[in-house]
């Protein structure tokens, strides 16, 4: 009867040891028996710290909590129970002191249980160096004119461990740069310094341009990597820089111009002589020691009134190239009146002054030319007028002196005469006379041919009822023998023009050009 | 018609380029040695990682320490370049003929294990062609420049002794086991890991 209940005792016993003790000293073998592979085991380094996960196969099973057992396969030892992954309700643990070295191939246990029930046993084969995935730290970048600063953040410690051991290590972290397909590749090594959040810059880019950027974990052996997310940024347009330096471009451009521009016109200016004259002229154009009644004064700007002209028409002679006797001209034309126009018909004059020896009938044609002095509107010469009277709305500037005339400023006429008598030619009488000479008509009157364009009239002062003032021109005489005074009439229109234009252009023939 | 001729005459002359080839390439790898050999190397490596998914619980109760050989494995000494030739020679050669005595179960394992093999004998010949050219070029006048260089450098040298004695070690284990396959699984394990420190050996010498 004792040695029963004795029996009973120990048999109790033994059944409480191997229920709670048990699994500590080799109870497991009996578990370890039942294991299966219904876990898929995987290892992922994250900050630095190694990280086993499992997922069942069955995922209809959940246990409530969790326990992780581990052995290393060379060592032969018994499961051990990893710390701080007792009952733990989520699939994972940190195991980054009991796994420290990457050679070595690991042996986890998991029981899964819920209440008192065991839902999972399961035994896996884990080599860190073959099987461990690298999880790319977390990092931010901020993006610049030329640059990027990638900021990554780092454990503030890494796992203390012996030297030489950690699953972290012989790592190196690869930060890529993307820009329009172009990718460019930034290597870090990691050592036990690598602590903390740290920033790299990633120089020399485009201003302006999107870039992308993204980093990995890579380590000498062929482990799994993976890489992050790419982070983009459009880096700051240099609009500034870009702008001060166009600006100072395109001012140093706008002096260079403007300075070629200046210099260019100041070269012309004096070329033409429009700047810095020659202060030292010939000395025939010293005038500093000439008599000043050598050059009289000229006279004041006067207004030059439209005048009218008195076209006398007169039959012209065409010579015949012959040099026989002359006929004496027959018709005279009958003076013309021209409301104004230049006009080299013979204008009968009434002599004044006593010393002219005659007054000379100008020449006329019987087209009248434009007037000799701006004005109002030319007035047509009317066709009745012989009166040879010099009528306009402005007098001739009567003169009754050839040195008054002179003074009037008739340089033209007395340069002509002076001309003329030197040379003895009529330069720009289209108006050949009949008569070499100043003839005498009935009533004293002096033809004579009369430049208009060389005469200044002068408007006298507010009386229009007199009787127009006779102009006191000096003497012009008419070269008969001159080609041009046996000219036809047709042709007067045109030699006319020529003597006008031989008037305007021959100095030297004695006209004044206006 | 005899075409036996003809097919020759057309096969002699890319043969020979072949062989010119082959042995062109042959004696310029032995300057390329650390790249062969850490791609061999690791290739091993992770084909024994790869040969079983799993590892029978059972079998840790049969777990045995083979104490690597320290001697040549040791990361502090300086070893010589010249040296790696021959202690990788001496390493392939063990490996070769244990892995040659081996059997295992699974098609998928027996695959493994010839691909092993198969990585291990080019690795031999390889060595092989590398240490006869440098045993033909070798200068003694250059050995003498390296012994003033690197005085006792050469002394302790890693010991092919103690590189043979761990293999002999692991061959006793598994005759004791009596070639079991927890016995196999554990010699699988222990070469994996001998290879995995010559991998880790070439790295340290390439950066040097």
């Known amino acids: 009867m004792l040695w029963a209940r004795r029996a009973v005792a120990i048999r109790l016993a033994s059944l409480y040891l191997m229920v709670h003790v048990g699994p500590s000293l080799g109870a497991p073998q009996a578990s370890l028996a039942s294991s299966d592979e219904s876990c898929i085991f995987s290892l992922t380094l994250r900050n630095f710290r190694p990280i086993l996960s499992w997922e069942l196969k069955n995922r209809s099973i959940v246990p409530a909590h969790y326990t992780l057992r581990h052995t290393i396969m060379s060592k032969g030892a018994d499961l051990e129970l990893v710390p701080g992954c007792a009952n733990i309700t989520r699939p994972s643990c940190d195991v980054t002191h009991a796994w420290r070295s990457l050679v070595e191939m690991y042996l986890p246990w998991v029981i899964g249980s819920r209440g008192s029930t065991t839902l999972v046993n399961c035994v896996g084969k884990v080599s860190p160096v073959l099987e461990m995935i690298l999880e790319p730290p977390e990092f931010e970048i901020v993006g610049f004119v030329d640059h990027i600063n990638v900021i990554l953040k780092f454990p503030p410690s890494l796992p203390k461990l012996p030297p030489g051991e950690g699953l972290w290590l012989r790592l190196s972290l690869a930060i890529e740069e993307e820009s329009e397909g172009i990718v460019r590749q930034h290597l870090l090594k990691i050592d036990e310094r690598t602590t903390g959040n740290f920033t790299y810059v990633i120089d020399k880019l485009i201003p302006n341009m999107n870039y992308c950027v993204s980093v990995y974990l890579k380590s000498e052996n062929l482990s799994k990597l993976l890489r992050s997310p790419w982070k983009c940024a459009r880096l700051l347009p240099r609009a500034e820089s870009v702008s001060s330096e166009s600006a100072s471009i395109g001012a140093l451009m706008s002096l260079f111009v403007m300075a070629a521009v200046v210099g260019g016109a100041l070269t012309v200016l004096k070329r033409i002589g429009y700047i810095c004259l020659r202060s030292k002229f010939p000395k025939v154009l010293n005038f500093d020691g000439v008599a000043i009644w050598a050059f009289p004064k000229l006279p004041p700007l006067e207004a030059v009134a439209v005048a009218e002209v008195i076209h006398i028409h007169r039959k012209r002679k065409v010579w015949d190239y012959s040099y026989d006797d002359e006929s004496d001209g027959d018709e005279e034309a009958a003076p013309r009146a021209s409301g104004g126009g230049y006009t080299l018909h013979g204008l009968a004059v009434r002599a004044l002054c006593p010393e002219s020896p005659s007054s000379a009938t100008l020449g006329g044609s019987e087209e009248a030319e434009s007037l000799m002095a701006p004005g109002p509107e030319p007035e047509p010469w009317p066709a009745e007028r012989t009166s040879g009277a010099y009528e306009g709305k402005g007098a001739w500037g009567a003169q009754c002196t050839s040195g008054a005339s002179e003074e009037e400023g008739t340089w033209g006429a007395q340069h002509t005469s002076e001309a003329s008598e030197e040379e003895g030619t009529w330069p720009a009488d289209p108006f050949p006379r009949e008569d070499s000479g100043p003839t005498k008509s009935p009533g004293d009157r002096i033809f004579f041919n009369v430049d208009l364009n060389s005469v200044l009239v002068r408007v006298p002062d507010g009386d229009d009822s007199e009787a127009p003032a006779v102009v006191c021109l000096p003497e012009e005489t008419v070269d008969s023998d001159d080609p041009e005074d046996s000219a036809s009439g047709p042709e007067d229109a045109p030699s006319d023009e020529n003597d006008t234009a031989r008037s305007d252009v021959g100095i030297g023939n004695g006209y004044m050009m206006r | ?208």
């Open chain 2, 1 to 208: 018609m005899n075409t036996q001729p003809d097919v020759i005459r057309k096969c002699v002359w890319p043969a020979c380029l072949m062989g010119l080839f082959i042995t062109g390439t042959l004696s310029l790898g032995c300057d390329l040695l650390h790249i062969h050999l850490r791609r061999v190397t690791w290739q091993n490596v992770k084909l024994l990682t790869n040969m079983s998914k799993s590892f029978p619980l059972e079998c840790l109760r049969e777990n045995n320490t083979f104490q690597s050989p320290r001697e040549v494995l040791a990361y502090s000494q300086p070893l010589l370049h010249r040296d790696i030739k021959g202690v990788f020679y001496e390493m392939s050669m063990l490996a070769f003929n244990i892995f040659a005595q081996c059997t295992f179960q699974s098609t998928g394992e027996e695959k493994h294990l010839e691909q092993i093999q198969t990585g291990l004998d080019q690795q031999l010949q390889y060595l092989e062609q590398c240490l006869k050219e440098e045993k033909g070029n070798e200068d003694k006048e250059e050995m003498e420049e390296d012994e003033k260089r690197h005085p006792g450098a050469r002394t302790p040298q890693p010991s092919n002794l103690e590189l043979r004695r761990y293999f002999h070690r692991i061959r006793s284990f598994l005759k004791d086991k009596q070639y079991s396959h927890c016995a196999w699984k554990i010699v699988q394990e222990e070469i994996r890991r001998c290879f995995y420190y010559f991998q880790t050996l070439i790295e340290l010498l390439r950066r040097k």
